[in-house]
């Protein structure tokens, strides 16, 4: 199931990144098919801990048989509070995978993509709110527009946002092909990448991922232990810039501070250079494609 569920990316270098030795306490932000998480479960002695985050109600089935497993059905965000609830301060490692698990991307009725036809959602959390047919039907022109360009870096976002909110004056969106064929003629040569970057951008605002992903890393610095690691895979740049300037700089801006004497003033120190999939990796997995992989040590 899980395999099916959502394959693993950069296995094996994200969970070296971790560092992994006789017991400690190990979070996994990102649950998904589970399958970081077994081999940490793999590395790990009989007195060590390992607590994983997932919103969708969808992984629990997931889940291994393990005394050393805690699962939390939560977003990631909330990662001081579950690790206060279960005594597991301080931390040894967290990792994040942060892409989307292949069973969102491949289950039409949950809207991340746009190869099927079914209904604007897009949420993690199946529980929340707000859904991206809320953001297409009610985001007034600007509002849309500033989504569609921060999170989708799109050059048409205001003519995208335009063309959306004249579509739904005369019949409201609630499907996915209803909002493909909108957007169509804002693509370029490579629609299929104009496209992701729409959906992209949605899902992001449907989430607050960066929001989320601020979150965990602030949370992190507080939480891991003096050498404990932080592995974050990421997808695409937005994201990539924030996970890279934190791990700098221990800010989101990448502004680097001195003390007194000219040393750097940052709370993590990065190890080894950013790894990607190799051929084979991308060939077994094509959704691995666009992953980084960023490993920082807290000081």
């Known amino acids: 199931m899980s395999e099916l569920y959502h394959t693993p990316v950069l296995l094996n270098a994200s969970i070296d990144g971790l560092n992994i030795g006789k017991g400690g306490v190990f979070i996994d932000t990102t649950f998904g098919g589970g399958g970081h998480s077994r081999e940490i479960l793999n590395r790990m002695d009989a007195s060590g801990k390992l607590l994983a985050f997932d919103q969708d109600k969808d992984t629990i089935s ?33 990792l994040a995978d942060l892409g989307v698990s292949s069973h969102d991307f491949d289950e039409a009725e949950r809207g991340f993509s746009f190869r099927f036809n079914g209904k604007l959602d ?4 199946q529980r929340a709110s707000l859904t991206a047919e809320k953001i297409i039907n009610h985001y007034d022109e600007e509002h849309l ?11 048409q976002s205001r003519r995208i946002a335009r063309a959306v909110i004249k579509k739904r004056e005369s019949k409201a969106f609630n499907e996915i ?24 951008a949605l899902r992001i605002e449907v989430n607050d991922e960066m929001g ?3 979150a965990m ?38 502004k680097q501070e001195k003390d007194f004497y000219g040393n750097l003033i940052s709370p993590f ?22 992953a980084k992989l960023r490993i920082a040590e807290k000081k």
Do not use: W
């Open 62 to 94: 997931n889940t291994p048989d393990d005394s050393r497993f805690i699962f939390a059905q939560s977003n990631f965000r909330y990662i001081s509070n579950f690790v206060r609830y279960y005594n597991l301060y301080p931390v040894n490692g967290i």
């Open 177 to 200: 092909f209803e909002l493909v064929d909108c957007v169509r003629p804002f693509c370029g040569k490579d629609e299929k990448k104009d496209l992701a970057r729409i959906f992209q």
């Open 212 to 214: 989320a992903l601020k």
């Open 145 to 155: 527009a500033n989504v569609l360009y921060l999170y989708g870096e799109l050059n």
């Open 269 to 290: 120190c990065t190890i080894g250079k950013i790894i990607i999939p190799d051929t084979d990796e991308i060939n077994r997995n094509p959704r691995s494609r666009s």
């Open 122 to 125: 897009m949420r993690m959390n």
């Open 217 to 254: 890393l602030l949370s992190s610095e507080k939480l891991l232990v003096k050498g404990g690691r932080l592995s974050v895979i990421t997808y695409h740049s937005l994201e990539d810039r924030l996970v890279k300037n934190f791990m700098k700089a221990g800010n989101f801006d990448g």
